[in-house]
């Protein structure tokens, strides 16, 4: 049964880069048509995606945190990881990571969903 | 850019059934994806591409789009549905759209 884990700081001071790892367990994170990502969700709201990667190391980023976010991939560690620089207070929120599951005509996306998530991980960006 | 709509909650009877929208210009060209968050918990995937359940999802799950508006439809709705619903769509410019969730309570 495929599983993911969130791991990282909780706390981030302003400013600063918030960096979190996932950890897939129970599966490759090499297999074909999957994508790995992060999604948050700030307080009280609802759900923000911010990108993903291919095993290859292919990307997709949210065009609004493009500027900030750089998600990359071990595969001998079956990890990915994300990094979001320049934090404010608007980055506190509880970050999952994400298998998702990608759609192709030819080699044009055309369905993207996240079919497993992590549990998450609550980040606060407070001095 | 694209966004999607979705009433911010919805009341449905114990066994009755529940309709959730989702309305985006065109949504029905698109595969539509709809997610179930309870509290304190990760959203779980119970509709995928329109109208497929993944494993392990009721079959009192079920899902539709057409024109403007996707909808979820969970029949005989039970206590255990309460939850936050969300449907997501990619979209090539934007990207992975989520509507803004609707908050199902049974009473």
């Known amino acids: 049964q495929l599983q993911l884990q969130e791991s990282g700081p909780g706390l981030v001071k302003p400013s600063e880069t918030l960096s979190l790892t996932c950890t897939v367990s129970?599966?490759?994170?090499?297999?074909?048509?999957?994508?790995w990502g992060w999604i948050r969700q700030p307080p009280g709201k609802g759900l923000e995606w911010i990108g993903s990667?291919?095993?290859?190391?292919?990307?997709y980023y949210n065009p609004s945190l493009k500027s900030r976010v750089t998600i990359s991939v071990d595969t001998s560690k079956n990890q990915f990881s994300l990094k979001l620089s320049s934090v404010t207070a608007a980055d506190t929120a509880v970050y999952y990571c994400?298998?998702?599951?990608?759609?192709?005509?030819?080699?044009?996306?055309?369905?993207?969903?996240?079919?497993?998530w992590g549990k998450g991980t609550t980040v606060t960006v407070s001095s | 850019s694209y966004e999607l709509t979705q009433p911010l909650s919805v009341s449905v009877a114990l066994g009755q059934t529940a309709r959730i929208t989702c309305g985006g210009n065109?949504?029905?060209?698109?595969?539509v994806h709809w997610y179930q968050q309870k509290p304190g918990q990760a959203p779980v995937l119970v509709i995928y591409?329109?109208?497929n359940r993944p494993s392990g999802i009721p079959e009192r799950f079920s899902g539709s789009n057409s024109g403007n508006t996707a909808t979820l439809t969970i029949s005989r709705a039970q206590a255990g549905d309460e939850a936050d619903y969300y449907c997501?769509?990619?979209?090539?410019?934007?990207?992975?759209?989520f509507g803004g969730g609707t908050k199902l309570t049974v009473l």
């Open positions: 994400a298998r998702h599951r990608a759609g192709t005509v030819r080699l044009v996306l055309y369905y993207y969903y996240m079919d497993v």
């Open positions: 129970g599966g490759s994170i090499s297999s074909s048509s999957y994508y």
């Open positions: 990667i291919y095993y290859s190391g292919s990307t």
């Open positions: 065109n949504i029905g060209s698109k595969n």
């Open positions: 591409r329109d109208s």
């Open positions: 997501q769509v990619w979209d090539s410019s934007i990207l992975v759209v």
